[in-house]
């Protein structure tokens, strides 16, 4: 099973999904918590990237599409053919959201590339925490290039 959260930067995903994580290995149930990007030593270097680089759109949507591929293949495909529930903080809908409404890029090409990226793969689950944008704002300790009001606005 595929459990995925999705909300903007400050929503709670990464606190909601540690939770479900606990929760469900308390219950001695196989579990993998991922984070995107990230997730695998070359995904965690292009998240760096992504982080701490000024890009253009379509470089930062390829990057990302690069780490989503390397962590399916890596680890999500053979943890999933194992049994193990894989819960993502991030998936296919950031991408949309950021790239695509943020950004401005065509939505028709982030889903081919999410497509090819996942191999195919779909979420059993979608959590959408949706907060407003000064909400979300308030709740951020450090900030970086992605949580920018009118941006978040945008994505939201």
């Known amino acids: 099973m595929l459990i995925v959260f999705e909300g903007i930067d400050g929503s ?3 606190t909601q999904s540690k939770k479900l994580y606990n929760f469900l290995k308390e219950k001695g149930f196989k579990v993998e918590l991922f984070r995107e ?5 070359t995904a965690e270097r292009i998240r760096q990237i992504l982080l701490e680089s000024e890009l253009d759109p379509v470089s930062e949507l390829l ?4 780490s989503r591929s390397i962590l399916i293949r890596e680890r999500v495909k053979p943890l999933l053919a194992q049994g193990f529930i894989i819960i993502m903080d991030r998936f296919i809908y950031s991408t949309l959201a950021y ?3 943020g950004r401005g890029l ?3 090409v982030i889903r081919t590339l999410n497509d ?3 191999e195919g793969i779909q979420p059993d689950l979608i959590f959408l925490l ?3 944008p000064d909400t979300a704002l308030s709740r951020l300790k450090e900030k970086t290039r992605f949580e920018e ?4 606005q945008r994505v939201r």
Do not use: H, M, N
């Not at 990007?37 to 030593?41: A, E, L, N």
């Not at 009001?149 to 978040?152: A, C, K, S, V, Y």
């Open 149 to 152: 009001r009118e941006f978040l």
């Open 99 to 101: 790239q695509g409404y």
């Open 12 to 14: 709670g995903k990464t």
């Open 106 to 108: 065509p939505i028709e």
């Open 116 to 118: 090819l990226a996942t």
């Open 63 to 66: 990057l990302f599409e690069a």
């Open 37 to 41: 990007p990230g997730g695998t030593p």
């Open 130 to 132: 949706d907060v407003s």
